[in-house]
């Protein structure tokens, strides 16, 4: 039986407007991810960068959003389920906004050691859970590679240094993605490799589920902002290495030419 996003309408459902339907779904596979690697000390500047902007205001409310898709889908389904939103922190008191109130009632009434003892608390059960990918499953979200993000397209580095102890500064361009695109891809197309093949649940096992990038056919960068992306001409499932391959030229080669290339280094 199809399981991956089978209460995906709970984002929809719970959202309220486009920007929290776009949002929510990726901000919920990087708090998941933090759980899952047990870090609890990302601020909301943090997670502001990895959405793409340099600020955002009302990422508070997306946070209010994500508690009620958790709250909903326990409901649903009838599984504990911890909340996420005590991963993040203030940069300035260590701990949640007071926004934290939204998932635990007089959270702001309490003294700070009684708040650092609640979201320690809470915290720990987030990063014990065992059941985060089937969450993800359920809501139709794929695993988070953010942390890949860096080393692949849609990013342009101008006048990148290193040397031995230094990074000199490096200007970056972020595109905005559509994370319902990249889903519907990878829920139409699967998680294989369109030019090398490989499936990494099938190579890795349990870790491997769900892993897989989106390439883009026409880079981000070369599309306007209103261009409404149609992920099955748009958006083609592959491999980090593959990916990486792709855009070794610009205009990046197409599958087809990728494929063509291996079949000749094989022969």
């Given at each position: 039986m199809k399981t991956f996003g089978k209460?995906?309408?709970?984002?929809?459902?719970?959202?309220?407007?486009?920007?929290?339907?776009?949002?929510?779904?990726?901000?919920?596979?990087?708090?998941?991810?933090?759980?899952?690697?047990?870090?609890?000390?990302h601020t909301y500047s943090d997670l502001t960068r990895e959405l793409g902007y340099d600020k955002f205001s009302g990422i508070g409310y997306q946070l209010g959003y994500v508690a009620d898709v958790i709250h909903r889908l326990q409901e649903i389904t009838h599984k504990e389920i911890p909340t996420l939103n005590g991963l993040i922190r203030s940069k300035n008191s260590n701990l949640p906004s007071s926004g934290f109130s939204y998932v635990y009632d007089s959270f702001n009434k309490l003294l700070e050691e009684k708040k650092i003892e609640i979201v320690k608390t809470k915290n720990e059960e987030a990063i014990k859970f065992d059941d985060w990918d089937w969450v993800l499953d359920m809501l139709g979200l794929n695993s988070w590679q953010g942390e890949l993000s860096s080393f692949f397209p849609d990013t342009i580095d101008e006048n990148t240094e290193y040397s031995e102890g230094l990074v000199t500064k490096v200007s970056v361009n972020r595109y905005e993605r559509s994370a319902e695109a990249r889903n519907k891809c990878i829920a139409a197309k699967g998680c294989k490799c369109a030019v090398?093949?490989?499936?990494?649940?099938?190579?890795?096992?349990?870790?491997?589920?769900?892993?897989?990038?989106?390439?883009?056919?026409?880079?981000?960068?070369?599309?306007?902002?209103?261009?409404?992306?149609?992920?099955?001409?748009d958006l083609v499932p592959v491999c980090p290495n593959c990916h990486a391959m792709l855009h070794r030229k610009d205009p990046p080669y197409t599958i087809k030419e990728l494929k063509e290339l291996i079949a000749l280094r094989n022969k």
């Amino acid at each position: 039986m199809k399981t991956f996003g089978k209460y995906s309408y709970i984002i929809d459902e719970v959202c309220g407007g486009k920007k929290a339907e776009d949002i929510v779904p990726q901000i919920i596979p990087i708090l998941i991810h933090w759980a899952k690697m047990g870090e609890s000390n990302h601020t909301y500047s943090d997670l502001t960068r990895e959405l793409g902007y340099d600020k955002f205001s009302g990422i508070g409310y997306q946070l209010g959003y994500v508690a009620d898709v958790i709250h909903r889908l326990q409901e649903i389904t009838h599984k504990e389920i911890p909340t996420l939103n005590g991963l993040i922190r203030s940069k300035n008191s260590n701990l949640p906004s007071s926004g934290f109130s939204y998932v635990y009632d007089s959270f702001n009434k309490l003294l700070e050691e009684k708040k650092i003892e609640i979201v320690k608390t809470k915290n720990e059960e987030a990063i014990k859970f065992d059941d985060w990918d089937w969450v993800l499953d359920m809501l139709g979200l794929n695993s988070w590679q953010g942390e890949l993000s860096s080393f692949f397209p849609d990013t342009i580095d101008e006048n990148t240094e290193y040397s031995e102890g230094l990074v000199t500064k490096v200007s970056v361009n972020r595109y905005e993605r559509s994370a319902e695109a990249r889903n519907k891809c990878i829920a139409a197309k699967g998680c294989k490799c369109a030019v090398c093949g490989i499936d990494f649940e099938k190579v890795y096992g349990e870790v491997g589920k769900g892993f897989i990038h989106v390439h883009h056919v026409t880079p981000i960068s070369g599309i306007g902002r209103d261009y409404k992306i149609d992920y099955k001409k748009d958006l083609v499932p592959v491999c980090p290495n593959c990916h990486a391959m792709l855009h070794r030229k610009d205009p990046p080669y197409t599958i087809k030419e990728l494929k063509e290339l291996i079949a000749l280094r094989n022969k």
